[in-house]
Structures are given as structure tokens and as C-alpha cells.
């Protein structure tokens, strides 16, 4: 079974629940284009990382999920490294493009849904999350991210997708 990023379930509130998430290690690409294939741009070069393209040719394993933010006329698409590593045990990349960056453990606002990866759903959902922030007292405290669970030839009514936003409570 693959790994999942380490979080704890801190308060449920109607439509989301807010995580504490655990320090972790993110492998991660920047890529230009629209959103709905920035995921696919991106996880060509992090593949080729955690299957041997890097300086120790070392193999890692695959977690979940993939994670992908807009950033200007970018995406930054990440892998969550194994939990067993840190920064210092990974091997570095081969391409100058991937990146690995330590994220210190966060207060995450979740909301889980199934269905296509498209921005129009990214940002419907994220709507809805923010109104729920809003109406509860949370503050976005970063940027907004989507997370993809499955493999693209799940049945997209099957998938487990999440839009994730760091907070701090007003």
C-alpha cells in the first residue's frame, strides 16, 4: 500500500476537517502551461527522481499524494517524500528542475472530493473551502494546493482529490 503524508485530524467542520500535518521532505518541479496538464508536465521529472535519476542512482518509493499550487504563470507539482527520510538521507537530483524542500509541519484546511482534475473543479471547490474558513474563523495562512490521491486511469467518479490550505486560526 503507499504511503500517505502524516497528518492528525485536529477539529471536523462541516464540508472539511482541519489536519495537522507532520514536518516532511516535498521533491518538487516548476512547470508552465495550463493546469490541467501542469500535473502531467510535472510528473515526468519527479518520476525520473524517485526511480533512480539523481546522484546516488537510488530507487524511493512512491507516496501519496501528488500535490500540485499555481504560482504566477507556474505550477509547482511535489511528491511527498517516504516519512522515514529527511532532507539529508535523500540522494539529490539529477535535473537542475526538481528541487527537494524541507516543509515544517502546518495547520491544513482539507476538503476531500472525487471527480476530474480540471481548474474549473479546483477552483469550485476551493470556493467552497474558503467560504467554510471564512464562516469559522480560519485565516489562510499559504497557498492553496491540490492534492491528487489515484492513478489517472481510476474512474475519475472513484478518485480522492483534496483541496488543501495551510491556516492559522483569527
Known sequence: MTEEQKFEVVKRFDGYEVREYAQCVLAQVAVTGEFESAGSRG??????????????????AMTAPVIQHPRGDEHVVSFV??????????PDPSDQNVSLNVIPSELVAVHRFSGRWTKQSYLAKLGILLDGLNKDGLVQDGEARFARFDPPWTPWFLRRNEIQVPVRYS
Open 43 to 60: 510528473f515526468g521529472p519527479l518520476i525520473a527522481f524517485i526511480s533512480g535519476r539523481n546522484n546516488a542512482g537510488a530507487k524511493v
Open 81 to 90: 517524500m517516504p516519512s522515514n527520510y529527511s532532507r539529508t538521507d535523500l
